[in-house]
């Protein structure tokens, strides 16, 4: 494995099946393939793409974005956002911040997939620095109840755990991600 340092940002290169961190924030999760394909995310009716850290305004990321990535079509999917820096990353006591998450996505139509928590764009608070804004997509291995998960959930967004839910719904590891980073905007 091969670990490069630039900034706050952590790119990794995976040799064989040995573990890695996932690019760009190694403190949230571990996977086999670092998630080796990226969702594509792009907001603002594709205007504006994410890629891997892009510094973005909370003003262009207040509306839910497009996704894309590459999927079989006899498949459901399960999306993830989250924000691992909540509420900064220097004191991460609401660690992970769910900002979205859908279950049961035929395709990579997240519109007609089960909302379990709608969208929410970045808000991190005054003085907290940069935070990063997660996505992540797992591979179901069949329909998942979203109603017993919004039950489960509930409406307390603080402290959620992708990894745990991933394991509790047999996901695995997420098959693609990205990610962007914002901070507080006054004008927003």
Known sequence: MVIIKFSFIFFCVCLGTVGCSLSGFD??????????????????????????????????????????????????????????????KADPTSREWRHWLVVNIPRDDVNEGNIVSSYKGAGPPKGTGFHRYIFLVYKQNGRLDSSAISTQLGEVRAKFDASQFANENSLGDPIFCNYYTAQFETNN
């Open 27 to 88: 403190d949230i999760i571990r996977c086999h393939s670092c998630c080796s394909q990226n969702v594509q995310v792009m907001y603002d009716r594709g205007e504006i793409s994410v890629n891997n850290g892009t510094v973005l305004k909370t003003s262009q990321v207040k509306d839910q974005p497009s996704l894309k990535w590459k999927y079989a079509e006899d498949s459901l999917y399960t999306l993830i956002k989250i924000d691992p820096d909540a509420p900064s």
